[in-house]
C-alpha cells in the first residue's frame, strides 16, 4: 500500500508498517536508493509484484520505476540512461507485471513495455499527445487510469473514456 511517499505493508493479520520510503511527517519526498526507510520516493503512483516477489513502484515525481526486492532494498530500475529509448518515463502512474516479468507502465497518455533487463519500448500512445484515438498503434490515448496484464497477454487499462484490450504486444 502506498502512504504519502512511503510503501507500507500489511501482514495477513492486517497489521500495518513501513517497509520502504520515507513516513509522510517525516523527511518526505526524494529520490534514493536504499534498505527500508532509509530510501525515497517521490509521489509514488502504482504498485505490482512480480513473479519474482519484488515490488516495483511506479515513483511519478521521479520519472522512474523503482525495484524493492523482498529483503526491502530499493533500487532505481527503470527510468535512467542505458538500454532505454528514452531518458525517462514522464510520469509513470500505474504498473502490472506478466508471468515474464515485462513491465506495462501506464503514464500520462501512453502505455510502455519495460522488459526484465530494463529496456523501455513504446506500446502505445505519446506522452506529449493526449486524447484517444483508436487504430492502427500507436496512436493516442487518453490519460491511463489503471492498468492489468492477463494471464493470456492481453494488457487492460482504463482510460476517462472507458476500458481497452490491446494484443500482441
Known sequence: MIDGNEIVKITPGGVLSAWAGSAAGASGAGNKDGTGTSAMFSSPGGIAFAPSGDLYVADTGNNTIRRITPDAT???????????????????????????????????????????????????????????????????????????????????????????VTTGL
Open 74 to 164: 530499493v533500487t532505481t530500475f527503470a527510468g535512467t540512461l542505458g538500454c532505454t529509448l528514452q531518458a525517462g518515463l514522464p510520469s509513470p502512474r500505474s504498473l502490472a507485471v506478466d508471468f515474464a516479468g515485462t513491465i506495462y507502465v501506464a503514464g500520462s497518455s501512453y502505455i510502455y513495455r519495460v522488459t526484465p533487463d530494463a529496456c523501455i519500448y513504446p506500446v502505445l500512445g505519446n506522452p506529449f499527445v493526449v486524447g484517444t484515438i483508436l487504430g492502427a498503434l500507436p496512436t493516442s490515448i487518453d490519460p491511463p487510469q489503471g492498468i492489468a496484464a492477463r494471464p493470456d497477454g492481453e494488457i487492460v487499462f482504463t482510460v476517462d473514456s472507458g476500458l481497452l
